[in-house]
């Protein structure tokens, strides 16, 4: 079965600094999703990642995709209280009929 | 709003109870995708549906089923409930067969509590 891990699983950080979480993944895939929960909410959306090299950017937070060493990051630059969340990434199996998740990061933004 | 619609969003009930879960997805799309979140298990994929057709079956038990109706809408049927069951059960829809293929859009989630 395909496992995704992502670490750190929490993350205390203090607004305006920076930090990276990574995601690694054991099979083979072009394509990774990062998603977005806050508490009891539902999944946003935040990146899709569909071949090897890609780098999205969406204000502070910027994702790249790594196929070969199956590894994502997702980087917070200059980290805001409002970025406090989960934060999952996904693969997709085989026949991409379903996402494997991580196991998420719980951030959090101290003022 | 992603336009997935979850209904109830919260549900209590004992053990040993059935309980149905409804999702109606975004308009337009034929794929709905049932997920459950625990804090042991984290997100897991139960089961897809496309065009009323089961499409692909991931860790869901036995006493769970699910179909999906002609209006696109579908229902996930829980029943001899157990205490491990509490979660938090969320339905996602896409366009098409694959969600990966076109983007996939989460609903609000239910959540079940087993007493």
């Known amino acids: 079965e395909l496992k995704v891990e992502q670490n750190p699983l929490f993350l205390s950080m203090q607004e305006g600094k920076n930090y990276t979480i990574y995601c690694n993944y054991s099979?083979?895939?072009?394509?990774l999703y990062w998603y977005r929960q806050d508490p009891g909410k539902s999944l946003e959306s935040l990146f899709v990642?569909?071949?090897?090299?890609a780098v999205k950017q969406e204000g502070r937070l910027m994702a790249s995709l790594d196929t070969k060493a199956r590894l994502s990051t997702l980087h917070i630059t200059a980290a805001v209280h409002d970025l406090s969340a989960t934060y999952f990434c996904?693969?997709?199996?085989?026949?991409?009929?379903?996402?494997?998740f991580g196991t998420g990061t719980s951030l959090t933004v101290i003022p | 709003d992603s336009g997935v619609t979850q209904t109830p969003k919260h549900l209590i009930t004992a053990t040993g109870q059935r309980v149905t879960l409804r999702c109606s997805p975004r308009?337009?799309?034929?794929?709905v995708y049932w997920y459950q979140q625990s804090l042991d298990q984290g997100l897991q994929f139960l089961i897809q549906?496309?065009?009323?057709?089961?499409?692909a079956k991931g860790n869901i038990l036995e006493r769970f089923s699910a179909q999906q109706f002609p209006d696109l809408h579908s229902e996930l049927n829980l029943s001899s409930l157990e205490l491990g069951d509490s979660a938090l059960y969320f339905c996602?829809?896409?366009?098409?067969?694959?969600?990966?293929?076109?983007?996939?859009?989460f609903g609000q989630g239910t959540r079940l509590t087993v007493v």
């Open positions: 549906y496309y065009n009323g057709e089961e499409r």
């Open positions: 996904a693969v997709d199996s085989n026949t991409g009929n379903q996402f494997y």
């Open positions: 308009s337009g799309d034929l794929s």
């Open positions: 099979t083979t895939s072009d394509r």
């Open positions: 990642l569909l071949s090897n090299g």
């Open positions: 996602a829809s896409s366009v098409g067969t694959a969600i990966s293929n076109t983007e996939a859009f």
